[in-house]
């Protein structure tokens, strides 16, 4: 995999999002220039209904595999967040990223999210936000 | 720039003064930055606290939405004779009050003094898979502060003496 060095530089993070929709259009939390978009850009998109495909999160280091998360926006609703760690007595920060769907099923809003720990290289796949 | 996010302590009167905090430490006085001074005395026959601590979140840069903010920590916090407290409570910026007692002696127990605070519970009640909720937010017009929570470190006389920590705690927050 290649990775565009202006993402690389902007990026903070080990991962971006990227989303494609039915029509083909991309959109990324990073232009190939570098610039960040934010994922507003996407909420406006699905709330005009405009159907999404698949949303990504793109690995920034090597030996980082890609996430997919393919969604049916009939009846789906993607869901993509970054969960921070901060300890205020030494100043650590930790991340996880979090992708996954959620849909109103018989009332209920039902999810289903992987949670992904870049530094630990391990996963969680969960219906439950915890 | 994704989003920015700083924890910070309030301190002194009125509206207070956030100061961000990367080495937080319990302490005799209103100070974010005690260093070794104003320690809690060790007292046989009595309980000496620490000032409580006024922390919030202070969210800047650009970001869609900050959300789910919750603290915990290992379930340890400190030592034997020592308890970390929690105001029930957690509150927005205009209900800080500042922090009293008497400088390198004692503070005054947030519970009786602090007028946002009406109970208290042990911090190691709250850990990972069982966080205490600060503010579920949403957020998404920075900059912001998130509500503020209050810490108290109680010391009794079966405390052992000397500088204590670094512990686990852990403010959490989702970012879109």
Avoid at chain 1, 48 to 56: D, P, T
Avoid at chain 1, 57 to 74: A, C, F, H, M, N
Avoid at chain 2, 40 to 61: D, F, N
């Amino acid at each position: 995999m290649e990775y565009n060095p202006k993402i690389v530089k902007a990026c903070p993070f080990p991962y971006y999002w990227s989303a494609k929709f039915a029509d083909g259009e991309e959109v990324a939390q990073y232009t190939a220039e570098g610039e960040e978009v934010l994922y507003q850009e996407v909420l406006n998109r699905l709330e005009v209904g405009k159907g999404l495909s698949f949303i990504e999160l793109v690995p920034l280091r090597k030996g980082l595999p890609l996430y997919r998360q393919e969604i049916d926006s009939t009846w789906q609703r993607p869901i993509v967040f970054r969960r921070h760690f901060v300890k205020p007595s030494t100043n650590e920060h930790r991340l996880m990223f979090a992708l996954g769907w959620q849909a109103t099923i018989s009332g209920k809003n039902v999810k289903s999210i992987i949670y992904i720990d870049p530094d630990k290289h391990q996963i969680l796949i969960t219906s439950k936000d915890w | 720039m994704a989003a920015t996010v700083d924890v910070r302590e309030i301190n002194g009167a009125g509206a207070g003064t956030p100061t961000v905090v990367t080495a937080a430490k319990f302490c005799t006085a209103d100070s974010n930055n005690p260093g070794t001074t104003n320690p809690i005395p060790i007292v046989t026959g009595q309980t000496k606290r620490s000032y409580w601590k006024s922390h919030e979140l202070y969210l800047s840069g650009a970001y869609t939405q900050i959300s789910n903010v919750y603290i915990y920590c290992d379930g340890t916090m400190f030592e034997a004779g020592m308890t970390t407290y929690i105001g029930d409570e957690t509150l927005v910026a205009a209900s800080y009050q500042e922090a009293t007692g008497t400088p390198g002696d004692t503070g005054d127990e947030m519970v009786a003094q602090h007028t946002g605070i009406t109970a208290k519970t042990n911090l190691n009640t709250f850990v990972i898979g069982a966080p205490k909720l600060v503010d579920a937010g949403p957020y998404s017009t920075p900059p912001e502060r998130t509500k503020h929570v209050v810490l108290q470190l109680d010391v009794a006389d079966t405390a052992s003496p000397g500088e204590k920590g670094p512990e686990q705690l852990v403010f959490r927050y989702d970012e879109v």
